[in-house]
């Protein structure tokens, strides 16, 4: 089964309000990247957090990590119908990534 | 700009046949990766490569083999091809520099099997 497990599956927002995703995994990580992938097309990284970091900031994006739960999560703000994407966090430990479901998110004009 | 293609956005193929895709970096990468990814499976990982001529097995190897003659170049095989490998083909690649390791996508390769 995967590690990364993303929560919710699917989420529908207005544009300008915040879109938080959730991701849990299973086992010990050296760190935890979310990735983009819009409609038909290959992934984009957005942002890694490293094991001892706690919450990480790239402009309207915010990702915070939980080892004791074994969790992360994305926030979205202010969003804008160009987020309009799927989302997938991955977990990296020794060459290996191991890839979430996804969060489809569709934002509304 | 960093760059990773694939031979093709979409192949349609026969069940039976032997299937080639390609994939072509760039950045001077050491590491590159094939990944499937299906509706509710996310992405699973299929074979990496972390040197010239070097691979390893990811988590669902069977049915696919690899090559990795050149630094920048790193293939996909379907010795016969079925319908089950019908699928989006995705490559990626990256460099470990002090545990900042984000991978760099192609497109995709939309693989129907007939």
């Known amino acids: 089964s995967q590690q990364g497990e993303e929560d919710p599956q699917a989420l529908s927002i207005q544009e300008g309000e915040n879109a938080t995703m959730n991701c849990s995994y299973k086992?010990?990580?050296?760190?935890l990247q979310w990735y983009r992938q819009n409609s038909g097309r290959g992934l984009v990284h957005l942002i890694l957090?490293?094991?001892?970091?706690r919450e990480k900031h790239s402009g309207r994006l915010r990702v915070t990590l939980d080892t004791s739960k074994k969790s992360s999560s994305l926030l979205i703000t202010a969003s804008r119908a160009a987020d309009t994407a799927s989302y997938f966090c991955?977990?990296?430990?020794?060459?290996?990534?191991?890839f979430g479901t996804g969060t489809r998110l569709k934002v509304l004009a | 700009d960093v760059k990773v293609t694939q031979s093709s956005r979409y192949l349609v193929k026969r069940t039976g046949e032997k299937v080639f895709l390609e994939c072509v970096q760039d950045?001077?990468?050491?590491?590159m990766f094939w990944y499937r990814q299906d509706p509710g499976l996310g992405l699973r990982l299929i074979y990496f490569?972390?040197?010239?001529?070097?691979?390893e097995k990811g988590d669902i190897p069977e049915g696919y083999s690899v090559s990795r003659e050149k630094k920048e170049r790193f293939s996909l095989i379907l010795e016969s091809a079925s319908t089950n490998q019908t699928s989006m083909y995705l490559c990626?690649?990256?460099?470990?520099?002090?545990?900042?390791?984000?991978?760099?996508f192609g497109p995709g390769t939309r693989l129907t099997v007939l």
């Open positions: 991955a977990t990296y430990r020794t060459y290996k990534y191991i």
């Open positions: 086992t010990s990580i050296n760190n």
């Open positions: 957090i490293r094991s001892n970091e």
């Open positions: 950045m001077d990468h050491e590491n």
């Open positions: 490569s972390y040197d010239v001529k070097m691979k």
């Open positions: 990626a690649s990256n460099i470990l520099a002090g545990g900042y390791n984000e991978q760099f």
